[in-house]
């Protein structure tokens, strides 16, 4: 069976007009630029292709926020781990920032953060710790990290209680919490995020949602994402 990614509904959810002016002026150099881009896999032994990315391509401009849908299997993982260099590609073309994420991976690896499900994470260290760890890897310094980190958690309900203990004693929606942090860490960036609010709460959803607004606007991030936070569900109250 070959698994195509047919198409790859494009949504721009924020209004470019909103973003702010100062970077207009770099808009020329695109945040995220994808050329006819294919990946397919090699499957079982006879090695059958399985087209998981079918000739992309689009534009993201620097302070976008764009989401990308798709069903189940569509491609929107293969395609952030396309764009963050976890994944060759077969044919085409992704820059990130005017740099080729073949010929430069190390620069893209350094103005790139990417959050999924399945963060990878000391589970037994804390999130003090991971985060020292992450902010030392992009070359920072481990104090204003930390305290940009406790910054960022407490705006999305973590209090620094809860950061000296081991990761694996939070719960999974607080794990995406901290992934988010560590996402957030570096600035200008490129942040891709797979399904970021998955497993959270719909107050945590909706924060998290509010949360990459104001990162656009703060941090200089443009952020491209698979789904995007609902709405909570109204509760009705006799
Ligand atoms: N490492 C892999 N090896 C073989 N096939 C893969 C691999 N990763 C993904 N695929 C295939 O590529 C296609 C796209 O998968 P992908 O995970 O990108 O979809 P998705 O849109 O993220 O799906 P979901 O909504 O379920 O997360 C699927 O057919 C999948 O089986
Ligand atoms: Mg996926």
Redesign the pocket.
């Known amino acids: 069976m070959t ?1 195509v ?1 047919e198409q790859v509904n494009r949504q721009a959810v924020t209004d470019l007009a909103a973003s702010p002016a100062s970077i207009e002026g770099a808009a020329e150099v695109p945040a995220l630029l994808v050329e006819h881009l294919t990946k397919r ?1 090699l ?1 079982g032994r006879k090695r059958k292709p ?1 087209i ?1 990315v079918n000739d992309v391509s689009l534009r993201i401009r620097r302070g976008e926020i764009y989401g990308i849908l ?10 952030i781990r396309l764009f963050s260099t976890l994944l060759t590609l077969d044919s085409g073309r992704v820059e990130v920032f005017g740099h080729d994420v073949q010929r430069e991976e190390m620069t893209v690896k350094r103005v790139i953060n990417r959050v999924s499900v399945d963060a990878a994470f000391f589970k037994k260290l804390s999130p003090h710790e991971n985060l020292s760890y992450a902010a030392r890897l992009y070359g920072m310094d481990a104090r204003p990290a930390k305290a940009e980190a406790i910054r960022i958690l407490a705006r999305l309900g973590i209090g620094e209680s809860r950061l000296g203990r081991p990761l694996e004693q939070m719960s999974r929606g607080m794990q995406q919490k901290v992934a988010i942090a560590r996402a957030l860490l570096t600035s200008p960036t490129l942040l891709l995020l797979d ?1 970021p609010t998955t497993g959270l709460d719909p107050r945590s959803k909706l924060d998290v949602q509010t949360f990459i607004e104001e990162m656009r606007d703060t941090h200089d991030a443009t952020i491209v994402l ?1 789904t995007w936070p609902r709405t909570p569900p109204t509760v009705s109250r006799p």
């Open positions: 698994t990614l896999f499957v399985v998981a798709g069903a189940n299997g569509s491609g929107k993982s293969t395609l399904e698979t």
